[in-house]
């Protein structure tokens, strides 16, 4: 009897098939994968217990215990994966977001020097890689919000932002309206962010940038508008759950919508760009309380 040979274009997409099934790839492939979909307990289940983990998997590990909120364990391993490997710009990234949710969330007490090591932590990863946009943007964000005392200040995030500009020119306006804000023109905060969505228009964020922005300025049905149009060009995006059930939050309105928003969220199926979904817990928490 004549043997059948598989051709390499059938063996191909069942090889990328097996491997990116949990079940038969390598610990840290299914770990990955897990990870795309959010999974970050899954992550944890298979790689904390592993008695040697490379670089990479302690990377990977730090990043699912951020996803769920434990940023304590987040910080242990991102400094792991730093300590055997100091030349990766994301993982000292990761590294300093962990820190600053562990001065937010933490002991008062040791806050600021956690800030501190989560302000050295952005700068070391662009340092590494000057042209990491993610890494610029938290630099930004903690230069524009932190005061002089923890290394923060508005001219150092005024220098930063402009090496946003040619790297990514929807961002630098973004970066741009953030500095308007915090000079309180509100006028110019508008403009920028609008430019942003020119840039980028069917970008969901940026929708939503405008739509909090506008809400928080009283103008809603604009906003109602702007939260409607993203709804239609990406329907079912977790994220506009997110940021829709927040922003009435801000603005004390809403109140049972909010709850069913922040309710979906928790059932929907996000991923890594996504709001993690303790912050949503904690938004329906404070809901509750108040």
Request: charged share 30%; net charge positive; proline share 6%.
């Amino acid at each position: 009897m004549k043997r059948v040979v598989p051709s390499l274009r059938t063996l191909i997409p069942l090889l990328l098939l097996l491997l990116s099934t949990p079940g038969f790839a390598g610990p840290l492939a299914a770990a990955e994968a897990l990870f795309q979909r959010a999974d970050y307990r899954g992550v944890i289940e298979r790689l904390a217990p592993l008695p040697e983990k490379s670089p990479a998997a302690w990377a990977l590990l730090g990043k699912a215990y951020y996803g769920e909120g434990e940023f304590s364990k987040a910080v242990d391993a991102l400094r792991q994966a730093v300590a055997a490997d100091p030349s990766r710009s994301p993982w000292w990234n990761w590294l300093g977001r962990a820190y600053g949710r562990q001065a937010e969330k933490g002991n008062v007490l040791r806050a600021l020097g956690r800030a501190k090591r989560a302000r050295q932590a952005f700068e070391k990863a662009v340092e590494l890689d000057p042209r990491n946009a993610e890494a610029l943007v938290d630099l930004f964000l903690f230069y524009l919000q932190a005061p002089g005392f923890l290394g923060g200040g508005a001219q150092k995030a005024v220098r930063l932002a402009e090496r946003l500009r040619e790297l990514d020119a929807a961002e630098y306006e973004w970066a741009q309206a953030e500095l308007a804000r915090k000079r309180k023109d509100w006028q110019a905060a508008e403009s920028h962010l609008r430019r942003a969505l020119e840039l980028e228009p069917e970008r969901v964020g940026r929708l939503l940038d405008l739509a909090a922005f506008l809400s928080e300025r009283g103008r809603r049905r604009e906003a109602e508008e702007l939260f409607a149009r993203a709804e239609r060009l990406h329907p079912g995006a977790p994220k506009i759950l997110f940021v829709r059930a927040k922003t009435y939050l801000k603005a004390k309105r809403n109140r049972t919508e909010a709850r069913r928003l922040l309710r979906a969220y928790l059932e929907a199926r996000i991923t890594p760009d996504d709001p993690p979904r303790w912050e949503a817990r904690e938004l329906l928490a404070k809901l509750e309380r108040d």
